[in-house]
């Protein structure tokens, strides 16, 4: 391979507008870093909202240098691979994590990675004001026919995940990092608002396989709560909050409020719901927050502090906790056949990322393919 090769890759030039479909260099993988031929590339309910106005909303977080490649979820086929890789070859089906961390602050080298001081989400955007050079390194997303990225944040995929699946794991991810952070043992109740989104379904089908016994969902539509009850009838229970607030139906259909609550909500919600979520706790219950919900809430920590109880918040999710999901979802012991792809060439990713307000609630599973939709298996 030489650098005169090319690919062909969509990238914005200028925050607001359409992206271009373009031929760029070829990327060459060197020391750990291998190349990955994407199949599939997530596209997130989000990304309309963050190319067009993230330079306003979060201004101290840097999006990646213009013109750029986006795409937060890619999976696909690792084709070559840099002289230091010894665990990945060509040929390996993947999930790329676009979690980004330099690997050399305190942090990094206590294996915390997602508390790195600059980390990024490679293809999509800084989470610190220093997380520019994280970005630099690796400015490929995946809305591009092959990508670069570090082998430590390779997820290996079973035979029978198909690559539109494994492109979900961002979402299905932040939920089941959100499991591991309430600590729910089987047996144990859990509140999701928010459940028939794309957040809140994904982290019931986790909750499902992890034994929690009762779950307890949100959300406005009743169709789309359906859908989500009839997943599981006999452990789940559904909402809508047009009939009532959150806490006044969980105690009334529970023993004292739940073990666990997770808020799915995007940050455009209002903040009662968060808040009817965290009252319909039980004595040392716990809260995890991975919808952003935003702005100043008030929260009375006194009474926190009186019931033994605790408020994470949680944004993403570790190579390892993605390892974990690709073998419950290998060995069926989570069933991510509920989600419906919906799949685009990427010469029509506009239209992608405009069409997600067509969305079927958290069932739609929106796909960019720069492959054609070829090999999806």
Not at 23 to 43: K, Q
Not at 170 to 189: D, F, I, M, N, V
Not at 337 to 365: C, K, P, Q, T, W
Request: with cysteine; net charge negative; hydrophobic share 40%.
């Amino acid at each position: 391979m030489t650098m005169t090769q090319t690919m062909t890759a969509a990238r914005m030039h200028a925050v607001g507008e359409p992206m271009v479909i373009e031929e760029v260099p070829l990327p060459i993988p060197t020391g750990a870093d291998v190349r990955v031929r994407v199949h599939s590339c997530n596209i997130v309910p989000n990304l309309a909202n963050i190319l067009a106005n993230w330079t306003t909303w979060f201004p101290q977080n840097p999006l990646p240098a213009l013109p750029a490649i986006f795409g937060l979820d890619p999976a696909g086929v690792v084709e070559a691979v840099g002289p230091d890789v010894r665990e990945f070859a060509p040929g390996d089906r993947v999930y790329v994590n676009p979690g980004r961390s330099c690997g050399a602050c305190k942090e990094c080298r206590s294996g915390k990675i997602m508390h790195c001081q600059h980390f990024a989400f490679a293809g999509y955007f800084g989470l610190t004001p220093t997380s520019g050079q994280m970005l630099d390194r690796y400015p490929y997303g995946g809305l591009a026919e092959a990508m670069l990225a570090p082998a430590g944040s390779l997820v290996r995929l079973p035979d029978n995940l198909s690559f539109n699946r494994a492109a979900r794991f961002g979402y299905l991810g932040t939920g089941y990092a959100a499991l591991q952070k309430a600590r729910l043992e089987p047996g144990s109740s859990l509140l999701i608002n928010g459940i028939s989104g794309t957040l809140g379904l994904g982290t019931a089908l986790f909750a499902l396989a992890q034994g929690v016994t009762t779950i307890l969902g949100t959300g406005r539509n009743r169709e789309l709560l359906e859908r989500v009850r009839a997943i599981s009838p006999e452990r789940i229970q559904v909402f809508s909050t047009d009939d009532g607030p959150i806490d006044e139906w969980v105690r009334r259909v529970t023993d004292g409020g739940v073990d666990g609550y997770i808020s799915a909500l995007g940050p455009n919600t209002p903040h009662a719901p968060f808040l009817e979520g965290l009252r319909s706790l039980r004595r040392g219950g716990r809260a995890v927050n991975v919808g952003a919900t935003a702005g100043d809430v008030p929260v009375d920590v006194h009474h926190l502090m009186d019931q033994q109880q605790s408020l994470i918040g949680s944004c993403w999710f570790s190579p390892g906790e993605g390892q974990e999901m690709a073998a419950l979802a290998g060995s069926g012991a989570v069933d991510l056949s509920v989600f419906e792809d919906v799949v685009f060439g990427l010469e029509d990713v506009n239209d992608a990322i405009n069409g997600l307000e067509n969305r079927n609630g958290g069932f739609s599973n929106y796909i960019v393919s720069p492959t054609g939709g070829r090999e999806h298996v």
